[in-house]
Nanobody, 121 residues
Framework: QVQLQESGPGLVKPSQTLSLTCTVS??????????WSWVRQPPGKGREWMGA???????YYSESLKSRASISRDTSKNQFSLQLHSVTPEDTAMYYC?????????????WGQGTQVTVSS
């Protein structure tokens, strides 16, 4: 059974870059045809799908975040990462990595436990 674990700093200053890594075990991130997503949930709001990297390395982003987000992977470590540039306090949220069968939150079947990121000076 696949397991996902997020890691990264819990506090980021405004205007800086938020960087998170998801370590995957129990399955390879290159296995067809899975998509590895980042999803966030701000306090008091619903979950927002941010983007995904596919088994073949293709990337997909939400329209609202594509100018600031970047998703990459390290196949040797079975990890994928999120960078979100120029953060503001509105980027404060619980961040989740997840696996699905399409680049969308609708097809996610496995989730990490999530990691809280606060944007504050």
């Amino acid at each position: 059974q696949v397991q996902l674990q997020e890691s990264g700093p819990g506090l980021v200053k405004p205007s800086q870059t938020l960087s998170l890594t998801c370590t995957v075990s129990g399955g390879s991130i290159t296995t067809p045809h899975f998509y590895w997503s980042w999803v966030r949930q701000p306090p008091g709001k619903g979950r927002e799908w941010m983007g995904a990297i596919a088994f073949d390395g293709d990337t997909y982003y939400s329209e609202s975040l594509k100018s600031r987000a970047s998703i990459s992977r390290d196949t040797s470590k079975n990890q994928f990462s999120l960078q979100l540039h120029s953060v503001t306090p509105e980027d404060t949220a619980m961040y989740y990595c997840a696996r699905g069968e399409a680049p969308s939150s609708y097809y996610i079947g496995s989730w990490g436990q999530g990691t809280q990121v606060t944007v504050s000076s």
